[in-house]
């Protein structure tokens, strides 16, 4: 059964920096899509950004493009998600998710993660002001 966990979160200043980590247990990173998505109080969830570990073609939300980066450690069954210059709004807990792909497009893969299946427990992030 895949397991995900969420890691790396915290309190930062508007401007700085934060490495969020999702690290994968009982599969392999080969050939998946994943994807991190959020979520604020009073909110529908968001997807961020979405990566394939097999060719790593990535997906960004218009929102975040240019400020956050998304990769992915294969070897150790990991994906990261560099965000810089960080923005209050973009205070929210953040949730990664991992599934085969049934197309390469990511986008579709994310609309699949915000119908189907279930969330962890997440890590919180909060950017001041």
């Known amino acids: 059964e895949v397991q995900l966990v969420e890691s790396g979160g915290g309190l930062v200043q508007a401007g700085g920096s934060l490495r969020l980590s999702c690290a994968a247990s009982?599969?392999?990173?080969?050939?998946?899509?994943i994807g991190w998505f959020r979520q604020a109080p009073g909110k529908e969830r968001e997807g961020v950004s979405c990566?394939?570990?097999?060719?790593?073609?990535?997906y960004y939300a218009d929102s975040v493009k240019g400020r956050f980066t998304i990769s992915s450690d294969n070897a150790k069954n990991t994906v990261y998600l560099q965000m810089n210059s960080l923005k209050p709004e973009d205070t929210a807990v953040y949730y990664c998710r991992a599934e085969r792909p049934i197309t390469p497009n990511l986008e579709v893969t994310m609309k699949y993660f915000r119908d189907f299946g279930s969330w962890g427990q997440g890590t919180q992030v909060t950017v001041s002001s």
């Open positions: 990566i394939s570990s097999d060719d790593g073609s990535t």
């Open positions: 009982g599969f392999t990173f080969d050939d998946y899509h």
